[in-house]
Nanobody, 123 residues
Framework: QVQLVESGGGLVQVGDSLRLSCAAS????????IGWFRQAPGKEREIVAS????????YYRDSVKGRFTISRDNVQNTVYLQMNSLKPEDTAVYYC????????????????WGQGTQVTVSS
C-alpha cells in the first residue's frame, strides 16, 4: 500500500502564501499520479492539481492556474503544493491522493488518501 501524510496547512490572510507537503511511502511510486484535492464545507471534493511521479507532467483546475504550483521531490518522496495569492474560496481541507490509473482528475480513480490538512483563508 501507499501511505500519504499531508502537512503545512494553517490559517492565513487573503493574498498570503502557503506550501502544503505530501510525504509518500510504501510501494513504488513511479507509475502513480499524485493529486491534491480539496473539500470545502458543504461542497464536493474537487481536484486541485496533479503531477505524474515519472516525468513531472502537471495539471491544474482553472481556478488555481497561475496561483498554485505542484511539484515533487524524488529524493524525499514528497509532493508539494505551493499556493500563492490565496483567496477565501481556497478555504478547504486539502487531501493528497495517489492514483495508479489513467484519470488524473476523477477522485474515484485515486486509491490511496492522506488524512487531510486544513487551509483557512480569512478575508
Amino acid at each position: 500500500q501507499v501511505q500519504l501524510v499531508e502537512s503545512g496547512g494553517g490559517l492565513v490572510q487573503v493574498g498570503d502564501s502557503l506550501r502544503l507537503s505530501c510525504a509518500a511511502s510504501g510501494r513504488t511510486l513511479s507509475r502513480y499520479v499524485i493529486g491534491w484535492f480539496r473539500q470545502a464545507p458543504g461542497k464536493e471534493r474537487e481536484i486541485v492539481a496533479s503531477i505524474t511521479w515519472s516525468g513531472g507532467a502537471r495539471y491544474y483546475r482553472d481556478s488555481v492556474k497561475g496561483r498554485f504550483t505542484i511539484s515533487r521531490d524524488n529524493v524525499q518522496n514528497t509532493v508539494y503544493l505551493q499556493m500563492n495569492s490565496l483567496k477565501p474560496e481556497d478555504t478547504a481541507v486539502y487531501y493528497c491522493a495517489a492514483n495508479s490509473g489513467s484519470s488524473w482528475s476523477s477522485l474515484h480513480a485515486y486509491d490511496y488518501w492522506g488524512q487531510g490538512t486544513q487551509v483557512t483563508v480569512s478575508s
